[in-house]
């Protein structure tokens, strides 16, 4: 399918910001939905809108359908099954979720791991637990890796930092500020093998959208993402548990549609996943995802993949040509996803996101909720463009035309 094709599937491309035609490149922050997406959750909404698993009639019947069709789409898409898939709020949901049921286990002394390069969401609940919890948050500095062009991950360093106090280790698939893709298949591989009972957590806000995520290669416990980031509706995503961890975990969340049988004296759970879903659930939201994973997978995430790296690719390229200029993470291509952070030396990233907008270009500006990688690379911001199936070379020209000429005021 065509750029040029697949551009007229999103109605919001046609629009025009200050005048000028909008250049959307703050994909990582939420993507654009396709009219694929928005009228299916019409369609629940007008025809089928009905609670669902509860009611003994045709449209409770059509939405628990729908509803469960769409958990197993979203589940096959990356490489696990229906009963292994939690609806969630997103990726921040997820995590907390996770972290809920897992500090149970928690004790003090206890140890987790986690790395510098973190989204606040899969740093801040593990730094908790270890406050409430009197356990120790051990933290892989990555120096290495922030470094421009290094896309390596402290293997090494890791293998230091296990110990038999270790019970978790958290970290993203694709960091949201350098876009190193980290090679966590090899990293579970080294967990694993130290101690097969350590629970690895992956965020994959980042890699779910943009690469072939597939749950079972990885070799991890738990994978968290949002549905808003690859085309899909925001307040949905998905929390992928391992089956036969999924199993023993207890509930984190009480109330409807997650119990088996409720007694003055005792409540027993339902099967999983149902048992982590308390509540009416978002099945329009559901429907919406299950409608953007069928999108992605009529383009192939081969081709997504390829596609936005080589739109990073020319990006990279681009903006290495321009004074004072420092990019985040690797400056090969094919070791990132879809996206370029980026500093120019005296200039704001708040000021240069504001020029940008001035002509219709979205980008983003600021930590990206990852203050400590801030810190450790001794920045107050960096200023990000991030890429989605509809964007073109010929926008990123457009950037870089206007980012040169923005530069001559800010300067």
Not at 37 to 64: C, F, P, Q, W
Not at 201 to 211: E, K, M, T, Y
Not at 218 to 225: A, C, E, K, S, Y
């Amino acid at each position: 399918m065509s750029t040029e094709k697949i551009r007229k599937d999103f109605p919001i491309l046609e629009r025009k910001i200050n005048g000028k035609p909008l250049v959307y490149l703050d994909n990582s922050a939420t993507s654009q939905k396709p009219k694929q997406v928005i009228e299916a959750m019409l369609n629940y909404y007008e025809k089928h809108n009905a609670n669902v698993h509860r009611g003994i009639h045709t449209l409770s019947d059509e939405a628990t359908h729908l509803y469960e069709d769409a958990r197993k789409t979203v589940a096959e898409f990356i490489g696990g099954k229906p009963e292994e898939l939690v609806f969630t709020k997103g990726t921040t949901d997820s995590l907390n979720a996770v972290a809920l049921m897992l500090q149970r286990d928690i004790k003090k002394g206890d140890e987790i791991i986690t790395t510098v390069v973190e989204h606040h969401s899969n740093f801040i609940p593990w730094q908790r637990i270890a406050e409430e919890k009197g356990a120790v948050l051990k933290v892989i500095s990555m120096k290495e890796s922030q470094r421009e062009g290094s896309p390596d991950f402290p293997m090494r360093q890791l293998k230091n930092l296990l110990s038999k106090k270790t019970k978790i280790v958290a970290l993203g698939h694709v960091s949201n500020v350098l876009g190193t893709v980290f090679p966590v298949t090899g990293i579970s591989r080294e967990v694993h093998k130290y101690n097969k009972d350590i629970k690895i957590v992956v965020d994959g806000a980042q890699s779910v959208p943009h690469i072939p995520v597939n749950v079972k290669k990885l070799g991890i416990d738990f994978l968290t993402f949002s549905g808003h980031k690859m085309l899909g509706p925001m307040g949905i995503g998905g929390l992928w548990i391992r089956e036969e961890l999924a199993e023993k975990l207890t509930p984190f969340s009480y109330g409807g549609g997650m119990i088996n049988k409720v007694s003055i004296e005792k409540s027993t759970w339902a099967a999983t996943p149902h048992k982590f879903e308390a509540g009416t659930p978002n099945v329009a939201g559901a429907v919406g995802l299950a409608e953007a994973v069928k999108y992605l997978e009529k383009i192939g995430m081969k081709e997504v993949k390829k596609h936005t790296q080589d739109l990073a690719a020319h990006a990279i390229k681009e903006l290495r040509v321009l004074e004072d200029v420092r990019i985040l993470g690797p400056l090969d291509a094919e070791k990132r996803a879809g996206l370029v952070s980026f500093v120019i030396e005296g200039v704001h990233a708040h000021d240069i996101a504001g020029v940008l907008d001035a002509k219709g270009i979205a980008i983003r500006a600021g930590q990206h909720c990852t203050a400590p990688l801030h810190k450790a690379l001794c920045l107050n911001a960096s200023a990000r463009v991030s890429f989605q199936i509809y964007n073109t070379k010929k926008e990123i020209d457009y950037f870089i035309e206007s980012l040169r000429e923005g530069l001559k005021l800010l300067r």
